[in-house]
């Protein structure tokens, strides 16, 4: 039956609940001030919507739940790790496969084994943990997306794109054997949940495959960008996402992956080649860092889990379409209510901008970060700020890095949230928008050297 025209619903129906409580606005008042304005040392409790991430925040599906009692605790060579290499090569196609503890467990094992000192690493947007692993190494990360990604305005259907032209010159400047790899990431978290497209894909493996130079994906959330291509980009609208996510993984060498994201676990992540040589330099780095090479930074049951999960995620296209369509559906209601978002809507959140919502604040005041801490106030829906704070300080200067995009994430996790803690939210971000020039700015209280935006404190401007 062909419904694609027909109102999405949930593909699945409830067998458990978690409730959840509603504070009054003092005590969330008290708590936002405990946490110094920063979302993340809120404690859950004093939470009611947890928009903060979609990262190990899934709902599992009751064949998940049953996995975990098959999980193999075997220390070498257990069961689940060979059910996990099969999933992860019949669903991404990599042959190769290293479980690490998360994303940034992959990431780290990655640029040490591929980054030396002094190496160039261009990416589409950086990625707080991939860029400084990357520059832990000894690399410098160039940015090479394309200009409409950092235009909050811009309807660019594909606003993930590598710059092909500014790809070329970083290559030219350094030279290829500067050029370890170039970091594609699928759906990039920090311009919004913005895809990038099939013939991008191709064309930047078209162009690194004869100069030696490794397309590396971070596929974290490569399932919905094959969404989006198939939604968006000529000549496939009929393919179903499984096969559309083959062939974009079949132009890179490999891909680091947090498993909290697409594959619908709650820990986990790997990294996957096809290199067999690069696949050992990996596990003997793993076995230093994480784990043995058949667990990794897992347990048995993790991996049991991540197995199933990885398949849910394109069984059947229903799943995605419900879950880019629920983020569509709070982003259009705040579009409809005239709240400045980043467009198009992106696949895991919605991202309000601060900048131009707190225009009366200059971005050394952190708009982003005061809007976060709002929002929270007026309804215990809890997003996080993706600007200055986020960003970081050069290491070479010292000085903050000014994005051109200051942002608050509204994240939302797979599988937890209804439609109507979407109205829940709408609603809260309209309040505080319409009443946006009584919030004020911040200042650093405490300010940590590295991915400062975790643990930072703030205090009111007066
Ligand atoms: C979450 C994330 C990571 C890091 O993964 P963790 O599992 O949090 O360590 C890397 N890249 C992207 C795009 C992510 O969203």
């Not at 290559?171 to 099939?198: C, H, K, L």
């Not at 604040?361 to 929270?376: C, E, G, H, V």
Request: glycine fraction near 8%.
């Amino acid at each position: 039956m062909d419904t694609s025209h027909r109102t999405w619903a949930e593909p699945w129906k409830i067998k458990m609940v978690e409730p959840i409580r509603m504070t009054s606005r003092g005590e969330r008042e008290t708590a936002i001030t405990e946490a110094g304005y920063n979302t993340f040392l809120l404690k859950a409790d004093d939470v009611y919507i947890d928009l903060l991430t979609d990262s190990g925040t899934s709902a599992m599906s009751d064949r998940q739940w049953s996995a975990l009692m098959l999980g193999d605790e075997s220390y070498a060579g257990s069961k689940s790790f060979y059910k996990l290499v099969d999933a992860v090569h019949e669903v991404y196609g990599y042959e190769e496969l290293i479980p690490t503890h998360q994303g940034r467990g992959a990431e780290h094992i990655l640029s040490q084994i591929l980054i030396s000192d002094g190496d160039v690493v261009p990416g589409n947007m950086y990625f707080t943990t991939t860029r400084y692993h990357q520059e832990r190494a000894g690399g410098r990360f160039v940015d090479v997306i394309i200009d409409e990604a950092h235009d909050p305005h811009s309807l660019h259907p594909f606003k993930g794109n590598i710059d092909m032209a500014k790809l070329r010159s970083v290559v030219d400047e350094y030279g290829a054997e500067r050029v370890p790899y170039v970091s594609f990431e699928t759906n990039v978290n920090m311009a919004g949940g913005q895809p990038v497209s099939m013939a991008n894909l191709r064309e930047v493996y078209e162009y690194c495959q004869p100069l030696g130079v490794l397309v590396m994906l971070d596929a974290t959330r490569a399932a919905e960008n094959a969404y989006f291509i198939q939604q968006r980009e000529y000549g496939y609208q009929d393919r179903p996402i499984s096969q559309i996510l083959r062939e974009m993984t079949s132009f890179s060498d490999g891909a680091t992956v947090s498993s909290k994201k697409d594959n619908l676990v709650n820990i986990g992540g790997f990294l996957a080649v096809r290199d067999p040589k690069l696949a050992r330099q990996a596990r003997a780095m793993l076995v230093a860092f994480e784990g043995l090479h058949t667990y990794g930074g897992m347990s048995g049951r993790d991996m049991e889990a991540l197995a199933v999960g990885i398949r849910e995620m394109v069984d059947t296209d229903d799943h995605i379409r419900c879950r880019v369509g629920q983020v569509e559906y709070l982003g259009d209601a705040l579009i409809k209510a005239g709240v400045p978002v980043i467009r198009p809507i992106g696949g895991h959140g919605v991202f309000l901008d601060a900048a131009t919502i707190l225009e009366h604040l200059p971005q050394d005041r952190f708009p982003a970060q005061a809007l976060t801490a709002a929002i929270y106030v007026d309804s215990g829906v809890r997003g996080m700020e993706r600007g200055i704070v986020s960003a970081g300080r050069d290491p070479e200067t010292g000085e903050n890095r000014h994005p051109g995009l200051e942002l608050v994430r509204l994240t939302i996790p797979r599988r937890v949230y209804t439609q109507s803690h979407m109205d829940v939210t709408a609603e809260s971000v309209i309040r505080v928008h319409e009443r946006r020039e009584s919030i004020g700015g911040l200042k650093f209280a405490y300010e940590p050297d590295t991915l400062r935006f975790f643990q930072a404190r703030f205090e009111p401007v007066a």
